[in-house]
């Protein structure tokens, strides 16, 4: 499944800069006990238009990268009622994705845990997980652009965990068909935060695991 990778990239492919990007999502619970899963998913402009002059374009129009990005990448997130606001500002190019979850619904459940879908998480016994397979790269792991590697290595992906969600963290791994990494968090007063660099993610279809 590669529904997010066309956001992710916000046209940003005919550049080839598929991964020069930052993502942060933010995971709370309302008094309700709806879920609100906020994620934002941009590009730094100094850096794509440096990289486009490096391959011979003097300039970027962020209207035509805009109009790469398909709406109906979107439709998966439709049933969590999504709202999608473009992000074009002086510094960031991108997109803010808004979703309220109602896990007590029970048809929204079954949807949730029928598949695995980006950047929605599941709930077990005392345990979070968060699939981010599609963030997965065929192409990335065959380059050996060292420039593009480069930008990659300071972008990260920064998941926030309201303690609404979860009162308390013991430990979070990163899982692969092939590996289990532990990662390391900050405990931010009522809030735990999770970075995990984006080249973690591009090299295998990964699942991130948050135990209480």
């Known amino acids: 499944m590669k529904k997010i990778t066309l956001l992710i990239c916000i046209g940003l492919c005919c550049l080839s800069l598929t991964g020069c990007i930052d993502i942060v999502q933010h995971i709370t619970r309302k008094s309700d006990g709806t879920e609100q899963n906020t994620i934002s ?52 190019a991108g997109y803010l994705i808004d979703m309220n979850i109602n896990y007590k619904d029970k048809d929204i459940l079954k949807a949730i ?54 009162p308390s963290i013991k430990r979070v791994l990163l899982k692969t068909a092939k590996k289990s990494t532990e990662v390391g968090y900050l405990d931010l007063y009522d809030e735990y935060m999770i970075d995990i660099p984006i080249i973690l993610l591009l090299t295998d279809k990964a699942t991130i695991e948050i135990y209480q």
């Open 41 to 92: 998913i941009t590009a730094t402009k100094a850096v794509i238009e440096m990289l486009a002059s490096m391959q011979g374009n003097p300039s970027v129009n962020y209207d035509d990268l805009f109009a790469e990005f398909n709406t109906s990448d979107m439709e998966e997130y439709e049933q969590f009622g999504a709202k999608m606001i473009k992000i074009n500002d002086q510094v960031n």
């Open 113 to 166: 845990n029928a598949e695995d879908i980006d950047l929605i998480p599941k709930y077990g016994k005392k345990k979070m997980t968060i699939y981010v397979g599609s963030l997965q790269d065929d192409d990335y792991s065959k380059t050996d652009n060292e420039m593009l590697q480069l930008f990659l290595a300071s972008s990260k992906y920064q998941l926030l965990i309201s303690k609404t969600c979860m």
